[in-house]
Every structure is written in structure tokens, then in C-alpha cells.
């Protein structure tokens, strides 16, 4: 089981996606809980200081593996 995040791309510019694409593939399941709460809140704080309007958060988890969700839907809100 793994409780830290992973940071797979680094907060940027999506013009070039080619990169994005290639690392995001690359992810292997190591299997185990997903410590869902702990994921969204570092990526939270991950884009804070984006300026876009949109912002996007990707979090890979199947609903079997899925532990700690805590309070997701008011973090995910913020």
C-alpha cells in the first residue's frame, strides 16, 4: 500500500501534450490502497497558484482499491 502521491506531470502549459501523453502511459498499478483525501488535497495544493480558469485534477483509482476518501467532495469543491 502506498500512502504519498505521485506527481506524474508537473503543473505547465498543456501546448505541448506529446511528453504529458508518454509519462501518463508509462504508469504502472503497483496495487494497494488509494488513499483517495490525500491524493485531491496535494493536488490541491498542487494548482493552487495556477492562474487558468479551468483547472484539472487526474486521480487513477478503481473503486475496489479506493481507502480514506474522507471528505473528497468539499475538497474537490474548492
Same mark, same amino acid.
Given at each position: ?12 502549459? *498543456? ?8 509519462? #501518463? @502511459?508509462?504508469? !504502472?498499478? =503497483? ?16 494548482? *493552487? ?8 485534477? #487526474? @486521480?487513477?483509482? !478503481?473503486? =475496489? ?14
Amino acid at each position: 500500500m502506498d500512502s504519498i502521491p505521485h506527481e506524474i506531470v508537473p503543473l505547465s502549459d *498543456a501546448a505541448d501534450k506529446g511528453p504529458m501523453r508518454d509519462k #501518463i @502511459l508509462r504508469i !504502472d498499478s =503497483a496495487g494497494g490502497g488509494i488513499f483517495i483525501y490525500v491524493a485531491l488535497q496535494e493536488a490541491a495544493r498542487m494548482i *493552487a497558484p495556477a492562474t487558468a480558469g479551468t483547472k484539472h485534477i #487526474i @486521480l487513477f483509482a !478503481d473503486a =475496489a482499491d479506493s481507502e480514506q476518501p474522507g471528505d473528497y467532495k468539499t475538497l474537490v469543491d474548492k
